[in-house]
Structures are given as C-alpha cells and as structure tokens.
C-alpha cells in the first residue's frame, strides 16, 4: 500500500513533467497546424542549454531554465524556418518528414559536437526527503525534488494561460491556431504569430527536457524519442490542441506507467504508457476533450 | 465621390478551372456595391483575390490608388479594407468579447479607449452580443455568428467593408436585420462591398450592382436598373 502511494507520488510529479511537454507539444500543433516530430531534440537541446549553465555558471536553477527555454525557443525558430515556412503550400507530409529529417539531424549533430555519452546532471536540488504520515503506520514520501517540480509545472502553466487569456499575442495566437484564413482578415501577421507561438511550445519543451534530466540526473543523447512519443501520447489524448486536456493526458501517462511498473518490472514503462494510450483511443477516440461549446 | 477600390482584368484559376475571367469592378467611397450571382459564379474568389488570399493569374487591385494586387493578406487589411468571409469564420474557441478584439488587429494602433468605443458601437448596432459577451463564439446561433462576424470586421474601423453572403442560410427576419445593417454602416461613414445570392434584397439596397456568371462579368448597372432588368429578374428574381 505503501509503495502504491508513493509510486503515485512519483507517477504525479513525472507526470507533470509529461503535462509540460504535452503543453509545449499542444501549442505547437495548434498554431502551426501539424504535429512534430523533432519535440524529443527540442527537449534535448533545452536540457543541454541548462546543462552548460550548471557547468559553466553554477546550480542557479532560474538561470538554468531561461537558458533551457531560450535554447529551445531559438532552435525552433529553425525548425519554423526550415520545416514549416519554406512549405507552407506544400502537402502536409512534407513538412511532416522534413521534421523528422530535422530531429535525426540535430541528435546526431548533438552527438558529435557534446560528445554521445551521457551527461550526469547532479546535486541540482538537494536530496531532501519529507516523509508525511498517513495515519497508522503508512506514510508517503515526498521528494524536495518534486515538490520543485510539481510547483514550477503549476506556475508555468498559469503564467501560460494567462498569456493567452490576457494579453493580445494570446489571443493573435489563439485565433492563429483556431482558424488561419480568418486570422489573416483580422490583419494578424500569421506566419509571424505561429513561429512564435512554435518557439514558445518549444520552449516549454527545453523546460521539460531540464526537468526530465534533473529527474533521472542524466542527460543521454538518444532517448528523446520516446519523450516525443509521449508527449505526442499525452497530446493525442488531450485532443491535440487542447491545452488543459493535453496537459491531463500527460498527468494521466505519468500516473499510469509508475503504477503499472508497481506491479510488473520498470522495463515495462513504455508499455504502460502507450498501452493505455491504445486503450483509451479504442474507448473513446476524440480523447479526453468533449465537444461542449462548439455548436457551429 | 473618389474612387476607393479598382478590380482591372481580374482572372484566377483554380488548377485548370477558370474561376475568374476579365472582371473588373469599381468601388466609390460611401456607395454600397454588390456582386450577384448564382453558384460558382465566382463572387466569393473575387472577394478573395482582393484580400490576396487566392493566387490571381492576371489583373491589378488598387486600393485609394495604391497597387495591393501582390500585397500580403494582413498588410491588405491593415490599409483599411475588412473582409467578413463567408460562412463567418468566427473563432469559436474566443468569447465574443475577444473575437471582437481580435477585429482590431486590423488596425494597429488602436488605443484601449477607441476599442471601447468601437465596442460600444458594436453593441448598439447588435444588441445581442453584448448579452452574450463572455460566452464562447462557437456557441452562438447562426444568425448572432453572421453578426458576430459583422461586428468583428468592424472592430477595425474600416474605409471598406466586404460581406461575403452575410444572409447565407439565416431566418427571413434576421435577413431583413441584417440588410438594415448594412445601410446603418454605410451612414457610418464605411463603404459596402456586398456579395449576395439573395438578388431582390441586395440590389433594393445598393447603388450599383455587377452581375457574375461563370466567373464572366455580364451586367452592370445601378441597383434599380438591375432590378428591373429582365435577364436579372428571370435568373435571379425568380419572375
């Protein structure tokens, strides 16, 4: 009972982490209109720009994650640029390969260039342990690390839908991501308004790929993929551009694999994670998202 | 009465479908022109073209003299010209609210108190929306969309409006609204660019009308003339 309450602990905070990048991974689908595959090299380059501040400046985590957004943010000004703009009236799938060219590209570039092996990612927030009874004799235990990370998810997610709520590019972007045609007769800049809204997901996605390597103390240079696979899971589940059920997606993923392991082995992960993926779109295809508000 | 916009030798192509053949259209501040026209006669290209929203394979758009033929779609807004596309194309995700500011977008610049302003406007011409200002766009009725959509191309305070089937598929009542509407914006100062498939009520309230046909030009003529017309009234008046 114990150790199921404490995976749900652990499920919850990776979870979170997953609900960032299904939130990146959402906003870039909604606005550019087609989904990516190079989001586990974003990750990637967002937990390596982190990385080199931690080397080069010292553990200051707020530093750290403004290099990790910024790196992520500037490469998806490339990606924009390369995958997206120069085939703006082209097929779909085009731009669709191109951004799996892209993603093999950056991988392999990253492993010349930082070297293949993994990097250790230590000591960042310290190994406190606050362990909270339950009653009787069953207490869970929470990590300070969590704590951390559950926080900053919470924060960051506000501070984005108050950005889309509040502020006028949020609502350009929004009206980019719902319908392009129109946004153009309201005199929106679409190309503009949708890389920004691409390195803005992408840049949730550097914060995730940090909080991922603070979460396993590593850095590897090849299992990005299947980051980018979930956060395509979580999204998927969430309907694709929906912020708030993408995010629940993610949370739902987290959850799933550290209970599934509970009771099979850790190998099994992935398994779970896509598994209930398969499960659910059998069950209920449109995802968690209803259809509520949208008469038209 | 100055000339605003000016369609010359306008043809577009739709692979190899000709959409569009030699039209040319005129429109002069404070009229109110419409385009009449049965399916596929290619009213809602034209309006397109304008916008620059479809590739034109010849002709020039001039908008107060200046050629907008090659000009991106939101700088082409952004002179002044407000396209309410057909079907609405409102955002409806957005409450009425912001799909009402995200109209003046369309005209940056625009301060915080001239938006209210506009707003109010807006809610005294459509009451309803002010009801239904915090609620989703996606939610409204058929007909509060249409005004919606109406609404939203005004929030730019543009020299030229261009409906495109603003009474497609509404009740006959809410028609009739919307063509009081129509000539309430045009005493507002802005000029009508009104496409129609509803002949009699378009042509009863415009100045000018042009007639479309398989993407031809045909007719052209004042409201009146076109209405009594006999090719107009046998194809479009049902008489």
Known sequence: MEYFLN???????????????????????????????????????????????????????????????????????????????????????????????????????VQIVFGPEAKPVLNIIDNRTFSIPLGGAVSIDLKLLQIVIMALVVVLAVTLTLFFNRTKSGVALRAVSQNKEAAYLMGINVKRTAMLGNCIGCGFGGIAGILLAIYYYTISTTTWGGFSMKAFSASVLGGLVDLRMSALGGLFIGIIENLGITISSATFRDMFAFGFLILMLVIRPQGFASKKGSRV | MSELLRVDNLSVYYGYVNALQNVSIHVNEGEIITLIGGNGAGKTTTLMSISNLVDKAEGRVTFRGEDITRKAPDKIVKMGISHVPEGRKIFPQLTVYENLVAGTFGKPGTTKERMNQLMEQNFVLFPRLKERAKQAGGSLSGGEQQMLAIARGLMMDPALIMLDEPSLGLAPIIVEEIFELILRIREGGTTVLLIEQNASMALSIADRGYVLETGKMTLTGTGAELAVNEDVKKAYLGA
């Open chain 1, 7 to 109: 995976q749900l602990v652990n499920g919850l905070s990776q979870g979170a982490i997953y609900a960032l990048m299904a939130i990146g991974y959402s906003v870039i689908v909604g606005v550019v209109g087609m989904v990516t595959f190079t989001y586990g090299e974003i990750m990637m380059i967002g937990a390596f720009g982190a990385y080199y501040v931690f080397q080069f400046v010292g553990v200051n985590l707020p530093l750290a994650l403004l290099a990790a957004f910024a790196s992520s943010f500037v490469l998806g000004i490339i990606v924009y640029k390369l995958c997206y703009e120069r085939f703006f009236n082209a097929p779909r799938h085009i731009s669709l390969l191109c951004t799996i060219g892209f993603s093999m590209l950056i991988k392999n570039l």
